[in-house]
């Protein structure tokens, strides 16, 4: 069974996303650009119908680093409930696209619109030729159908063959078709048109020999989808970069103003650098696209604890999620985005929930508790340590112990009882501390060590015998203190100001705290070993107890 009531894991396996991914979108920049094609898509809708006849094109660029969540919007919009029935969306990644030939590009794009869109616009024209057929008698559109005296007999109906057209058991009469478009529609169009009813737009679209002839295809596919669904084209075109062919055709796809159509390009900033670089004409109409959507920004904590909120209730289905449980894997997040660069990206942090999710399971665990983080991490990233520590912390160790920090009544005297382990394992090993010097002048230890919240907290250990008191006074320290030069006041107010011996001031950064709790663990437990050893007395002599 799956942690926190989940039905199945709801977070992709896979480094790039699936159909069954894209479905849902978290994030708060990624919902905002979302929200802004919809509404360019509606504005060209409401313009075209206030405005007829005229043409209406629309490009915007998404632009962002590798990982940032791109490709995850632009393939959610093929889902999008909300344009469903305003638009007909082409996906096509030029990533995969080899060789960039214009027509290898072309075919690409007609193979990237949905199978249902096309079924559905196949339907709409078969049902318009049915209607001119049955209401204004027109016997070259019951041709189209190889509707005859003997479907009379028989009773079928034109709407009984237009189904066995499109369940493909019979097929159509293309010449006839081409008589009864010959005067409403252009060469172009009817070549498109043939193609869509014969059912291999989207499989084995026609191959184009040029530039010109791509451009006239796609703009007469563009007409078509107005017409007979009243709908935006929209091309949303992935990795794009500075590949000569490639600028070529998108360069004349803008200058020609594609009727009725969104051109949505979707580029890295090198990417685009490059093109700035390389055709300063491409370059200048990118910089006048009508939206530029950067998703700077999309791979801060705020934005991935979002992703990662959005795949759980998508996997919760109804169910409510427990405050509790939400906020205790938050801060696991944040823990693990804080100390590990590597997790600092929407693609890296879902890979870990993924596998983290699996060995809860395994587990039997309810939750993804900081065993189940370690063994997580462990096995989808071997090596991995956490740079700045001098103890061999193990990474749910780290977790446990930088939760535990976050609360000063639960540290403070954890502090003070590591402190004593640590003098007290150096003075066993020939180390001169300052202990002895403190319990003969009746003196104290003063502290300051991050809280993992931003913070700062002052502690006053008291060293003397027989006293084992320890108060926290949280301190407020600004980011150009002077507080390593040792001054007292800085870290704590102290009531013992006649002491004839100044009182030892100990800066203690986050992760020499958990070194400090994690060796006192050891320490009490009997469990140190002689490399364990060596780094505690090396962590005593950078806290500068001896």
């Known amino acids: 069974m799956y942690p926190y009531g989940l039905a199945e894991n709801p977070f992709p396996s896979a480094p790039t996303p699936g159909d069954s991914d894209i479905v849902h979108l978290g994030g708060k920049r990624h919902k905002k650009a979302k929200s802004l094609v919809i509404s360019c898509i509606k504005d060209m809708e409401n313009k075209i119908q206030q405005e007829h006849g005229t043409t209406h094109f629309r490009l915007i660029t998404v632009i962002q680093d590798v990982g940032s969540g791109k490709t995850h919007l632009a393939l959610h919009l093929r889902s999008c409930s909300e344009l469903s029935d305003k638009a007909m969306l082409s996906f096509t990644d030029l990533s995969q696209l080899l060789p960039r030939t214009i027509n290898n590009f072309y075919r690409a794009m007609m193979k990237g619109f949905q199978k249902h869109q096309l079924d559905q616009l196949r339907h709409a024209i078969l049902n318009h030729l049915r209607e001119r057929a049955e209401q204004d008698g027109e016997k070259k559109c019951s041709k189209i159908f190889g509707y005859g005296f003997l479907d009379k007999l028989k009773g079928n109906g034109l709407e009984h063959k237009m189904r066995l057209v499109l369940e493909n058991k019979i097929s159509h009469n293309n010449k006839a078709l081409n008589e009864v478009l010959a005067q409403r529609f252009s060469e172009v169009e009817i070549a498109m048109i043939q193609s869509i009813v014969g059912n291999k737009l989207g499989l084995n679209p ?124 938050l801060r696991k997040i944040r823990i693990l985005y804080d100390e590990f660069p590597d997790f600092r990206n929407i693609r890296s942090m879902v ?111 008291s060293i003397g015998e027989g006293n084992a008191g320890c108060v926290g006074i949280p301190v407020v320290q600004a980011p150009s203190d002077n507080r390593a030069k040792g001054s007292d006041k800085q870290v704590s107010n102290s009531s013992n100001e006649n002491q004839e011996q100044s009182p030892t001031c100990v800066e203690i950064d986050r992760h020499k705290l958990v070194d400090l709790i994690y060796f006192s663990d050891k320490y009490n437990n009997n469990q140190v070993g002689k490399d364990d050893l060596e780094r505690a007395l090396a962590l005593g002599e950078s806290l500068n107890l001896y």
């Open 206 to 329: 026609p191959e184009v020999s040029s530039l010109e002839e791509m451009v006239s295809n796609v703009s007469a596919l563009a007409r078509l989808n107005l017409t007979f669904l009243g709908r935006i084209t929209v091309f949303e075109i992935d990795e794009f970069d500075s590949d000569r062919q490639s600028m070529d055709l998108l360069k004349a796809m803008i200058n020609l103003h594609l009727p009725s159509t969104l051109l949505l390009l979707v580029l890295t900033p090198l990417a685009y650098e490059e093109i700035r670089n390389s055709n300063a004409s491409l370059y200048d109409r990118l910089e006048k696209a009508n939206y530029r959507i950067d998703l700077a920004g999309s791979n801060t904590l705020d934005e991935i604890c979002d992703i990662v909120l959005e795949y759980m209730t998508y996997g919760r289905s109804n169910n409510a999620t427990d405050d509790s449980e939400q906020a205790d894997l």
């Open 351 to 461: 890979n870990v929930m993924y596998h983290a999710v699996e060995h809860a399971a395994e587990n039997g665990s309810q939750t993804i508790d900081e065993k189940t983080l370690d063994q997580t991490i462990a096995s989808i990233y071997p090596g991995l340590k956490l740079r700045e520590n001098l103890m061999p912390v193990p990474i749910s160790e780290f977790i446990k112990i930088a939760e535990e920090s976050m609360s000063v009544e639960k540290i403070k005297s954890r502090v003070e009882l590591a402190i004593r382990a640590l003098l007290s394992c150096a003075s066993d090993n020939g180390r001169a501390t300052k202990a002895a010097i403190l319990r003969k002048n009746g003196s104290r230890i003063d502290l300051a060590y991050d809280d993992f919240v931003g913070g700062k907290t002052g502690l006053e250990c």
